[in-house]
């Protein structure tokens, strides 16, 4: 089993920045990717961010966050960082860190979930 702990949420006004970081814990050699998703309010799907191969050889972004997210990871820490700029209102929302065995992309398959942090971004 794998655990996953965010943190580093809050709030901020529009233009700010925040950095979220998840720990992983546990069986964490069965990771290959770790990334990033968000629930927004009124959305019914969540919305994917982006990840990393943990092994540094790759890194995906959706266009919505392109050029204001960056996703970093610290192996010897266990943890995966998302730097958040130009954050807008639209960006308020849930926060989840999650982790998978495959390789990352659009299509990356996890398996393990982090609790959600909330992040809010106020006029």
């Known amino acids: 089993q794998v655990y996953l702990v965010e943190s580093g949420g809050g709030s901020v006004p529009a233009g700010g920045s925040l950095r979220l970081s998840c720990v992983a814990s546990?069986?964490?050699?069965?990771?290959?990717?770790m990334g990033w998703y968000r629930q927004v309010p009124g959305k019914a799907k969540n919305e994917g961010l982006g990840?990393?191969?943990?092994?540094?050889?790759?890194?995906y972004y959706f266009d919505s966050v392109k050029g204001r997210f960056t996703i970093s990871h610290d192996a010897a820490k266990k943890t995966v960082f998302l730097q958040m700029n130009s954050l807008k209102p639209e960006d308020t929302g849930i926060y989840y860190c999650?982790?998978?065995?495959?390789?990352?992309?659009?299509?990356?398959?996890?398996?393990?979930w982090g609790q959600g942090i909330q992040v809010n971004v106020s006029l």
């Open positions: 999650a982790a998978g065995r495959g390789r990352c992309g659009a299509g990356a398959a996890y398996i393990w």
């Open positions: 990840n990393i191969q943990t092994d540094g050889s790759d890194e």
């Open positions: 546990g069986r964490t050699t069965n990771i290959a990717c």
